[in-house]
C-alpha cells in the first residue's frame, strides 16, 4: 500500500504541512509507505488545453508533472493538504488538478491504459483557512469531491481545519487527531 502526500501550500512548515504530516504519520502507522510531494518545489506549468493528450494520454507539457502523473498512477491514495487562498485553492494546486486532464480522453473517459491503476483509487482533502469559519473551505472540497464522482474515485474525507498564523494549527489536537485518522483510512480502507 503506498500513500501519497500533495502539499499544495508554499508555506512549507505551516499548517497545511503540519496536517498532511500527521495524515502521511497515520498511514505509515497502519502499514502504508508513504511520500510527500511539495508543488511549490516542482515546475508545473497550467494546461494549455491543446487537447494532444487527448490521443495519447501524454501531456505535450515537457515539466515535472509528468513524473507526478506516474507517482498518482503508483499510489493507491491520494491526501492533499492546500490551504484557502482567496475562497479557493492555491495556484500550485489548481494547476496541478488541472493537468490531470491527461489521464482522460476527448470524450472525458479514463485513457484506458490509466483505467487499472485509477479504478478505486482513494483520494482524501485536508484544508486550512484563517476564517474560524471552516465552511470557506467548502470550494475546495467541493472541488475534489466532485472530481471523485465524476472519475469514480473513492472519497474518503476531508479534514477542515482554522488557523492563520504560521505553525498555529500544531496547537488544535483535534485537527492534528482527524488528519491523523484521515491518513490511517488511507492506509486501511
Known amino acids: 500500500m503506498k500513500v501519497l502526500g500533495i502539499l499544495g501550500s508554499p508555506r512549507i512548515g505551516g499548517n497545511s504541512d503540519i496536517l498532511l504530516e500527521q495524515a ?25 488545453n491543446c487537447e494532444k493528450c487527448n490521443e495519447t494520454g501524454l501531456c505535450a507539457i515537457k515539466d515535472d508533472m509528468l513524473e507526478i502523473h ?21 495556484a500550485q494546486m489548481k494547476a496541478y488538478l488541472d493537468r490531470w486532464c491527461a489521464f482522460f480522453d476527448a ?10 491503476k485509477m479504478k478505486g483509487k482513494k483520494i482524501a482533502l485536508i484544508t486550512v483557512c484563517g476564517d474560524p469559519d471552516v465552511s470557506t473551505a467548502d470550494p475546495i472540497v467541493h472541488s475534489l469531491k466532485t472530481t471523485c464522482d465524476f472519475t469514480k474515485l473513492k472519497w474518503i474525507g476531508a479534514v477542515m481545519a482554522s488557523a492563520s498564523t504560521k505553525g498555529e494549527i500544531a496547537k488544535n489536537e483535534s485537527a492534528k ?3 491523523y485518522a484521515l491518513g490511517q483510512k488511507a492506509a486501511t480502507l
Not at 27 to 43: F, H, N, P, S, T
Not at 71 to 88: C, G, N, R, T
Open 177 to 179: 487527531k482527524e488528519a
Open 70 to 90: 506516474n507517482k498518482i498512477l503508483e499510489a493507491e491514495a491520494l491526501i492533499h493538504s492546500v490551504p484557502v487562498y482567496f475562497w479557493s485553492m492555491t
Open 24 to 48: 502521511l504519520t497515520g498511514a505509515r502507522d497502519a502499514g502504508a509507505e508513504v511520500e510527500k510531494i511539495i508543488l511549490c518545489y516542482q515546475k508545473i506549468s497550467g494546461c494549455l
Open 107 to 116: 470524450e472525458w473517459r479514463w485513457h484506458k491504459f490509466y483505467y487499472p
